[in-house]
């Protein structure tokens, strides 16, 4: 039951109030490549996101929702669903430094009772929890693009750093 939720509280999730709308900025995350440390896992981990961000009345304060899937470290597609906040760090002449934490759940659909055994991960149906830190740079030239090195941290000193990039449409 709870993986055919997913694809609906990421529908309802981008259904975000209309003055919210009015400012938001929906993105396509293109998930690059991934490197673990920890465990001998699969280091090219593809995926696409659609999210949405909408500033706030604090500068350089952002929310934001993202919905999609990845093909996980264990050889499996894993729908994901993440929501969080980034704030911008410093601003240079050409970019903007971010950084940002969001919290989450990916589907392992076979895998989740190992990741709990092995890792002490824990296990909701074969829903795992994500907290994802993240630093990014939007060139201020070219505001619709954002370069992110995500760190995915886990138990047992498993973890991984993810490279994305967003493009606003």
Not at 160 to 166: D, E, T
């Amino acid at each position: 039951m709870l993986n055919r939720m997913l694809p609906l509280v990421t529908v309802l999730a981008f259904a975000a109030p209309a003055h919210a709308q009015d400012s938001a900025n929906r993105y396509l995350a293109f998930v690059l490549a991934s490197t673990h440390f920890g465990a001998d896992l699969n280091g090219v981990n593809p995926g696409l996101l659609l999210g949405n961000r909408w500033p706030t009345d604090r500068d350089g304060l952002e929310f934001h929702v993202e919905g999609g899937v990845f093909y996980n470290s264990y050889d499996e597609v894993s729908p994901i669903f993440l929501a969080g906040a980034s704030h911008r760090l410093a601003r240079f002449d050409s970019f903007d430094l971010r950084a940002g934490l969001s919290f989450g759940t990916a589907y392992y659909a076979t895998l989740a009772p190992t990741l709990e055994r092995d890792y002490n991960i824990p296990n909701l149906d074969g829903f795992i929890p994500l907290v994802v830190a993240s630093l990014s740079l939007r060139p201020t030239r070219n505001p619709g693009m954002e370069y992110r090195l995500t760190a995915l941290p886990g138990d047992a000193g498993i973890g991984a750093l993810n490279l994305s990039i967003a493009v606003d449409f």
